[in-house]
């Protein structure tokens, strides 16, 4: 079973700096999709961006980029310039090629300091 | 349209009662799903529906029925419910044509309270 890990239940972050969210997973399959989907306040599942496993360049959405080390695992999420509306929570999801069956990691709650 | 549109956005349902969610999207994707989110938890998945088909069961209760009558439509029929139950529930959709895998398209999600 895939399995997705969110080893940071909250960080906190200045306006205009730079914070780095960590998820790690398991799986042994080759072909997948990687995401990071924002959760406001408002309720709603928002994705943010999303890697495809066979790719070697990382993904890149204007102030999110992420670091995709498919040896290690590793699907960290960089947020550049933070702003008052990147607070909320933040998950990491795994899900396998040509499968329905997107799995989420527990979730960061990311706070934005003015 | 880009939107998946949930409704009630909160409902209050007895033990005893029957009610139902619904859940609707226009953007063409033959792939819908049901996720259950408890306060402070990841969204847990219940049910998938692949061109009107119910292809994943989470070993979901059966006092939890899905039906899926067209592919814009996506329901959750509620029944004999427990307290435990309450929480958020959340429908999302994707596209299903073949190579393409996208991420999910969520709605804003139904509070469930059960008293």
């Known amino acids: 079973a895939q399995t997705v890990t969110q080893s940071q239940p909250e960080m906190s972050v200045q306006e205009a700096e730079t914070v780095t969210l960590s998820c790690t997973y398991d799986t042994s399959e080759s072909d997948y999709y990687l995401f990071w989907y924002k959760q406001p306040p408002s309720r709603q599942m928002i994705l943010v961006i999303r890697q495809e496993a066979y790719k070697q360049q990382n993904a890149t959405e204007n102030r999110f980029s992420v670091n995709f080390q498919k040896a290690a695992k590793s699907f960290s999420l960089k947020i550049s310039d933070s702003q008052l509306g990147d607070a909320a929570m933040y998950f990491c999801?795994?899900?396998?090629?040509?499968?329905?069956?997107?799995?989420f990691g527990a979730g960061t709650r990311l706070t934005v300091k003015p | 349209d880009t939107e998946v549109t949930q409704t009630p956005k909160h409902l209050v349902m007895g033990m005893t009662n029957k009610k139902s969610l619904k859940c609707e999207q226009h953007m063409g994707h033959r792939a819908m799903y049901w996720y259950k989110q408890k306060a402070k938890k990841p969204p847990e998945l219940m049910f998938v529906?692949?061109?009107?088909?119910?292809?994943i069961n989470e070993s979901v209760p059966s006092r939890f029925s899905p039906e899926c009558p067209n592919s814009s439509l996506l329901n959750l029929h509620l029944h004999a419910l427990q307290p435990e139950d309450s929480a958020l529930y959340l429908c999302?959709?994707?596209?299903?044509?073949?190579?393409?895998?996208?991420?999910?398209?969520f709605g804003s999600g139904t509070r469930l309270t059960v008293v």
């Open positions: 529906y692949s061109y009107e088909k119910l292809s």
């Open positions: 999302a959709s994707s596209q299903e044509d073949k190579g393409v895998r996208v991420g999910y398209t």
């Open positions: 999801a795994y899900r396998r090629y040509n499968n329905n069956d997107m799995r």
